[in-house]
């Protein structure tokens, strides 16, 4: 039964049509309905109409009014949970920035393919541009002696004794097979060849094409060091119909988060290469843009001006952070401060968020709307809060003399013409115009067998070889028609900022004792309310934001990116803001206005993550983190599903009581802070906490 839906959530034409409950595309419903029926807490009697259409067969059109019909009889009705204020409210009363959700929020999780997939696609996908027609000159514009180089090297092709390249037939030694690992030793020999003829013209460190390891997600993300040196993403497959289709750019944006989460990066370029298809990708902090795909057989000068542009771009043209320098072996920024340029040493690496379209970390990618977390966190400094990392320094990252952002100096001329915005469907009798047959030696034929379906019981009834459903006929739309409505929709500019504190510590989940966690709640529920009354609301309490000083014996609160202050009288404009659902507060996972009581009930989801992941010291003193399946999963669980399951928590009584003095409060009152801390302190005394304590030191 969960394979039929698992298929269903794989085909393209679910990410085409649109969800009836909320913004984007279907796939995110069908996937939400896979993890409930996944995890017993869907009925499937409440799906039988959808089996049944997909086991007789019935036409595409009846299957997709059958799958509406079943998300419409599978989805929970939400219920407010947080009691009308009896005393003067602080709550937000405007109408808010709507919560998002994305891969940077994943905690003690494995991150395994099947689960990151979906919540990838909802971060990427609301921002994607695609057939972008000046793609090519506006990445590799600017690259010196390009144009005449890869003229050079084309011309060298063609006039070896045994040509390379062949006019109106293409690359003479292409793998018919269009294998990946053959493709792979056909593009590593041809660079040789390539760099051999650049008459001298020389990147400025050397490069190669190298194969990464094909279990890329399967493991611990500790484990993972394929791309500490990746300077272009690329995925290769060996069927030309791939072009342009969903998987293809999900496997490539897999690499792209993983090199953000690796390296110091404005933005990834990519291709991918589908048979003979090639298509180029660019990756940034507000999502992914790709070019128009070309036959490299037809389009053989444009092939070399590629590889070659890869080849000889610098470092900056490539994505590194250029406000990154390093020099002696030292790694630092430079910042303008007072009028005098300091130069700070980075002793260790800058934390790094495992996202795409995200505000990545210390170098913080924020929405131009928001308000600057610089400007707050010095407000709070000046009004001398206490437990919040104090104000050193904020400003706005230059590059190439201009204050950087996306759309006016990591985009470009990308953001002057409008590609699509979606994957490319098509009906099952009408073949795709990019796959057809290019000049002489061809891989088509042979790719479009290789791609038959292994699912009969899906594809009978169906003119076309592929296993997928088409789109129903009142929801297919011509590209035109679809772009002439949605042209010029805007990508949400990000401003590059860079915010410097003065209070050094470490993350509450590298505590090295039980005392050593309470010690940091303990300062991060007094850092909050001190905040609060200065007028700020933090509203992203999160493990990664509750540090501990140096001797662990205090703590405080960190990042003030999605803080606001209580005296608005309206929302930033930002389209999202972006927390850790783990962590978030029923009401707020539900969309209730944001009160301090959320923040609140949220350092309770912190100490309980806390007690049910943290496994003490191992025998070189370093901190270990159990990972546990039973609650890895609801990292990718859907706002409801998670709502569920805290309901849950709260209402076992006993559960509670074992692991804590006190369950959250529900109504609104600032005396819940003294009494969180009360709590907190009368645990710190335990003498199962000290005795824990004392074994661990």
């Not at 590194?320 to 002696?328: A, E, G, H, Y």
């Not at 930033?572 to 783990?582: D, E, L, N, R, V």
């Not at 370093?622 to 849950?648: C, F, H, I, Q």
């Amino acid at each position: 039964m969960n394979s039929f839906i698992g298929t269903l959530l794989l085909l393209p034409a679910a990410s085409a049509l649109p969800s009836k409950y909320r913004l984007g595309d279907l796939s995110g419903d069908i996937a939400l309905l896979y993890s409930s029926l996944s995890s017993r807490q869907t009925d499937i009697k409440l799906i039988v109409g959808l089996l049944h259409a997909l086991i007789t067969q019935e036409e595409d059109q009846k299957i997709w009014d059958k799958i509406y019909e079943a998300l419409a009889r599978t989805r929970p009705i939400p219920q407010p949970t947080t009691l009308p204020p009896s005393r003067p409210s602080f709550t937000l009363s405007f109408q808010q920035t709507p919560w998002s959700f994305n891969t940077g929020g994943f905690v003690d999780t494995s991150e395994r393919r099947k689960e990151v997939d979906n919540v990838l696609r909802e971060e990427l996908l609301p921002n994607l541009q695609i057939d972008i027609s000046d793609f090519i000159p506006t990445i590799f514009g600017h690259t010196l002696g390009l144009d005449e180089t890869a003229e050079t090297v084309f011309h060298q092709c063609q006039e070896e004794d045994t040509p390379l390249y062949i006019e109106g037939s293409g690359w003479t030694e292409w793998p018919l097979s269009a294998k990946e690992d053959l493709v792979l030793e056909w593009l590593q020999d041809l660079m040789k060849r390539f760099v051999a003829w650049t008459n001298g013209v020389r990147p400025a460190a050397s490069r190669q094409i190298y194969q990464g390891p094909s279990t890329y997600l399967d493991g611990s993300p500790v484990k993972r060091k394929m791309d500490a040196q990746m300077l272009v993403a690329v995925e290769l497959k060996s069927n030309p119909i791939e072009d342009g289709q969903e998987p293809a750019w999900l496997d490539l944006a897999t690499y792209a988060r993983e090199v953000f989460r690796t390296q110091d990066r404005r933005f990834l370029l990519g291709f991918t290469l589908c048979g003979y298809m090639v298509r180029l990708w660019h990756f940034d902090r507000s999502g992914s843009s790709g070019s128009s795909s070309f036959d490299i057989n037809r389009d053989g000068l444009k092939f070399v001006r590629v590889m070659l542009g890869y080849h000889l771009m610098n470092d900056e043209q490539l994505g590194l952070d250029p406000t990154i320098q390093q020099s002696d072996g030292q790694r630092y920024v430079e910042i303008t401060r007072d009028n005098q340029i300091e130069r700070l040493i980075l002793t260790e690496e800058i934390r790094k968020h495992a996202v795409v379209a995200g505000r990545a970390a210390a170098y913080s990618w924020q929405f131009e709307e928001r308000p600057e977390e610089g400007e707050l966190i010095k407000e709070a400094t000046e009004k001398g809060v206490k437990n919040i990392a104090r104000y050193y320094h904020h400003e706005t990252a230059q590059v190439d003399g201009k204050n950087d952002d996306i759309v006016e100096n990591v985009r470009r001329a990308l953001m002057k013409t409008c590609g699509r915005t979606r994957f490319k469907q098509r009906p099952f009798n009408e073949p795709d115009a990019s796959a057809s047959e290019p000049l002489g030696k061809s891989v088509a034929g042979r790719s479009r067998s290789q791609s038959q379906s292994h699912n009969p019981s899906l594809s009978r009834k169906r003119s076309s070889s592929t296993a997928q459903i088409a789109p129903p006929a009142s929801f297919k739309r011509s590209c035109s028609s679809f772009e002439s409505r949605h042209s010029g929709s805007p990508t949400h500019n990000r401003v590059h900022r860079l915010i410097i504190t003065q209070d050094p510590g470490k993350p509450i989940y590298k505590a090295s004792s039980r005392v050593a966690i309470i010690n940091a709640l303990i300062g991060a529920v007094s850092g909050h309310e001190s905040l609060l009354n200065a007028g700020i609301l933090h509203r992203d309490i999160s493990i990664g934001n509750i540090m501990l000083t140096e001797n662990e014996d205090d703590g405080f609160l960190i990042d003030l990116d999605l803080a606001i202050k209580t005296s608005n009288d309206r929302a930033s404009g930002a389209p999202s803001k972006t927390g850790t659902k783990i962590f978030m507060a029923i009401g707020a996972l539900l969309g209730e206005p944001h009160s301090f009581m959320h923040d609140l009930e949220s350092f309770f989801w912190v100490l309980f993550w806390i007690c049910i992941h943290y496994g003490g010291l191992d025998k070189t003193g370093r901190v270990k983190r159990r990972m546990l399946p039973k609650y890895e999963k609801l990292n990718y669980a859907d706002s409801r599903e998670l709502t569920k399951w805290k309901k849950g928590v709260i209402d076992d009584e006993t559960h509670c009581e074992r692991k804590f003095p006190d369950k959250p409060e529900r109504t609104e009152d600032k005396r819940s802070y003294p009494a969180m801390e009360a709590v907190l302190e009368k645990a710190e005394v335990n003498p199962n906490v000290l005795k824990s304590s004392a074994k661990s030191t």
